[in-house]
């Protein structure tokens, strides 16, 4: 069973970069079947997809996010990472990764989810 | 593409049936999913496709719609239902969800 655990810093400063980080076990990021994302949700609001990495593909990325937002691939620790720079509390929130799968069509994976805090 | 969810907010009662709507600003076929989640937890897959189940999800939830109206309906609620409720559409980039709707215990 795929299972997905975030890790990364709990604070980030603002101006600096947010970087996270995605685990997955009992699958591959490789299969062509699979999209990985970053989803985030502030508190008490809603859900707001950040973008995916595909292996066999380029990445796609939110343009409210303005070409802050970059996310990549190791496939050597079966990872897939977030990078988004000059943060400010507005992105402060709750990050999931999540797994969308061509069979479904939708996220049918989350990881549990990592609280980030923007503050100085 | 924009997706408005309605009611914001609901009030029922344990075996009360239910029906949430989505809708979206142009059309998305049925590339539509619904998601269950609960306070502290990460969101659910029950329905993708617009109107398919995810194995293991009860049969109380089913989904309908195409184009830009969407419902979810729950026919007879029970304790553990009562949850924020967001639809998602991957007709095309960047995907969206709706704002949510939050079910609450009358």
């Known amino acids: 069973q795929v299972q997905l655990q975030e890790s990364g810093p709990g604070l980030v400063k603002p101006s600096q970069t947010l970087s996270l980080t995605c685990t997955v076990s009992?699958?591959?990021?490789?299969?062509?079947?699979?999209?990985w994302s970053w989803i985030r949700q502030p508190a008490g609001k809603g859900l707001e997809w950040i973008g995916r990495?595909?292996?066999?593909?380029?990445?796609y990325y939110n343009p409210s996010l303005r070409g802050r937002v970059s996310i990549s691939g190791d496939t050597s620790k079966n990872q897939f990472s977030l990078n988004l720079t000059s943060v400010t509390a507005a992105d402060t929130a709750v990050y999931y990764c999540?797994?969308?799968?061509?069979?479904?069509?939708?996220?049918?994976?989350w990881g549990h989810g990592t609280m980030v805090t923007v503050s100085s | 593409i924009q997706l408005t969810q309605s009611p914001s907010s609901l009030s029922a009662s344990v075996g009360d049936r239910v029906t949430l709507t989505c809708r979206a600003s142009q059309g998305i076929s049925s590339s539509l999913a619904w998601y269950q989640q609960k306070p502290g937890k990460a969101p659910k897959l029950l329905i993708y496709?617009?109107?398919s189940s995810i194995s293991g999800v009860p049969s109380r939830f089913s989904g309908s719609g195409s184009g830009t109206d969407f419902t979810l309906t729950i026919s007879s609620l029970q304790p553990e239902d009562f949850a924020t409720y967001y639809c998602q559409q991957f007709n095309s980039y960047p995907i969206t969800f709706g704002q949510g709707t939050r079910l609450e215990i009358k």
């Open positions: 990495f595909y292996a066999s593909g380029s990445p």
């Open positions: 496709d617009a109107s």
């Open positions: 999540a797994r969308r799968t061509d069979v479904h069509d939708a996220f049918d994976v």
């Open positions: 009992g699958g591959s990021i490789t299969s062509g079947y699979f999209y």
